[in-house]
């Protein structure tokens, strides 16, 4: 949780056909849901140039998509998280965690895998998928992990403009 700095020029103009100014809370719902991301308890507020953004994600990759998807619009500078992530399931603990011998006594479950933060990385002119792929992970071929990260707001790998603010999942 945190506040997240964007290119306020840069990004999709939610409001281009009807030349009102910046976006508001109902273009910025409809871009969430236009990409897939559900979040619970949604509340979205604007303030000027600053988008505060508030609920319950399935997971932190939801939540960092949610961020970009708020923050990737032309007029928003500024986003103000405070995503909490859902706890696990009951169905999801017990397929994360082996099956113990129930006559050897039950193991101490682990905690859930908290799924660690991506990086944010602002495009800059010339950048190319593979580019950032080879600075992050050392391999250009590595992209496809960026373009899937990112994915439904790329719909295609060599489709990224400067400005534009990318997850970089962390690699394994």
Known sequence: ?????????????????IGIGGPD??????????????????????????????????SQAEREKAILIVGNVKG??????????????????????PQTNPQAGAAAAPP???????????????????????QFYGSANKYQAIFEANRPMLSDPNKIYPGQALRIPVQH
């Open 112 to 134: 859930p895998r908290i799924e660690p933060e991506s990086q944010f990385y602002t495009v800059k002119p010339g950048d190319t998928l593979s580019a950032i792929a080879q």
């Open 25 to 58: 809370e109902k273009d910025l719902t409809q871009a969430l849901q236009k990409h897939g991301v559900t979040l619970q308890n949604l509340d979205l507020k604007v303030k000027g140039e600053t988008v505060t953004i508030k609920g319950v994600a399935d």
């Open 1 to 17: 949780m945190g506040l997240f700095n964007f290119a306020r020029d840069a990004g999709e103009s939610l409001r281009h056909a």
């Open 76 to 97: 928003v500078e500024k986003v103000d998280d405070d995503i909490r992530i859902a706890a696990p399931t009951a169905a999801q603990v017990r397929t994360a965690v």
